[in-house]
């Protein structure tokens, strides 16, 4: 019987178990939002990142970061928010069918017209409306809020584009709140981490441009004119020395101590097949005490844990 194993396989349902802490990355606080400032507090920024980072915010300009996967793209908007005190980050995943409407805000027309016709009069449209999270981004503040954008390179052709009259900007109108602004020139609305904004006149237009970080997988090239308009950085796979700092960050000193042949193997699988930080995290996390396992059954669950992740599933 392994030290850290609860289901045994053998059929007899038993309680006499509980799970240790989980490890950092994958700590889950009750009703946690993605935007929780401490997932940046173990981040390892190098010199050149810490440079594109500072150039991003004096600039005002987005910060397009690039790299394989589990290199720390995302990781990166998170260390900023937590270092910076700039509140939970906005987060805004693309997918193929991701639009700039849908970035900016959501309006529930269908749920207006039907209250409507419940009411005597025409409900206020505040209830009806959301800034999601880019247009969050936007508001006016002292100090910007912290955006990511994630996976650019999986949207549609045209989103970079339609992105950029907005952050040329700094702010987008909302249609339905214009045709309004004669008659209710301050309209409260919801916004994507659960608080509630004024907007005026129909338009939203920050006061400070947000640090926005856009990334990407290199899946596909961006058009030049959005290219001119943000600060690029690629992220390289961390060396040994790099990943020692992330394991001694991430667990205990004991652990961290004895994961030196696991970074050893990573380094040797990761010269010939795809693999993320994540997946060496995982492995010394179950691996590094676990000096009574056979070596045919150690190896098996490496190669589980360390399977390329460019590896099509069986």
């Known amino acids: 019987?392994?030290?850290?194993?609860?289901?045994?396989?053998?059929?007899?349902?038993?309680?006499?178990?509980?799970?240790?802490?989980?490890?950092?990355?994958?700590?889950?606080?009750?009703?946690?939002?993605?935007?929780?400032?401490?997932?940046?507090?173990?981040?390892?920024?190098?010199?050149?990142?810490?440079?594109?980072?500072?150039?991003?915010?004096?600039?005002?300009?987005?910060?397009?970061?690039?790299?394989?996967?589990?290199?720390?793209?995302?990781?990166?908007?998170?260390?900023?928010?937590?270092?910076?005190?700039?509140?939970?980050?906005?987060?805004?995943?693309?997918?193929?069918?991701?639009?700039?409407?849908?970035?900016?805000?959501?309006?529930?027309?269908?749920?207006?017209?039907?209250?409507?016709?419940?009411?005597?009069?025409?409900?206020?449209i505040g209830p009806y409306l959301t800034l999601n999270a880019l247009g969050t981004a936007l508001l006016p503040r002292s100090r910007p809020r912290v955006l990511l954008i994630d996976e650019l390179d999986k949207g549609d052709i045209d989103l970079p584009n339609d992105l950029l009259n907005v952050f040329e900007e700094g702010g987008f109108p909302i249609p339905e709140l214009v045709r309004l602004a004669d008659r209710a020139p301050d309209v409260e609305i919801r916004t994507a981490d659960g608080g509630r904004a004024v907007v005026g006149g129909g338009e939203v237009r920050c006061s400070e441009f947000p640090f926005v970080v856009l990334t990407s997988n290199g899946e596909r090239d961006f058009p030049p004119a959005f290219l001119r308009r943000c600060l690029q950085l690629d992220l390289k796979a961390p060396d040994r020395q790099k990943l020692i700092r992330i394991v001694r960050a991430h667990l205990d000193a004991e652990v961290a101590a004895a994961a030196d042949p696991l970074i050893t193997e990573f380094l040797r699988r990761r010269d010939r097949d795809l693999l993320a930080t994540d997946q060496l995290l995982n492995a010394v996390y179950l691996l590094a005490g676990d000096s009574g396992r056979a070596p045919a059954g150690r190896e098996a669950l490496l190669d589980a844990l360390l399977r390329s992740l460019g590896e099509a599933a069986g």
């Open 1 to 124: 019987m392994k030290e850290w194993w609860r289901y045994r396989g053998d059929g007899k349902p038993h309680q006499d178990w509980v799970l240790p802490d989980a490890p950092s990355w994958r700590a889950f606080a009750p009703r946690q939002r993605f935007g929780d400032m401490a997932r940046g507090a173990t981040f390892q920024a190098e010199e050149r990142e810490i440079d594109l980072v500072n150039a991003a915010l004096m600039l005002r300009r987005p910060l397009l970061i690039t790299g394989a996967p589990g290199t720390g793209k995302s990781s990166l908007a998170f260390a900023v928010a937590y270092e910076l005190d700039l509140g939970p980050v906005l987060y805004w995943p693309i997918n193929s069918r991701s639009t700039l409407r849908e970035g900016l805000y959501e309006y529930d027309a269908i749920g207006r017209l039907q209250d409507n016709g419940m009411a005597t009069g025409t409900p206020d």
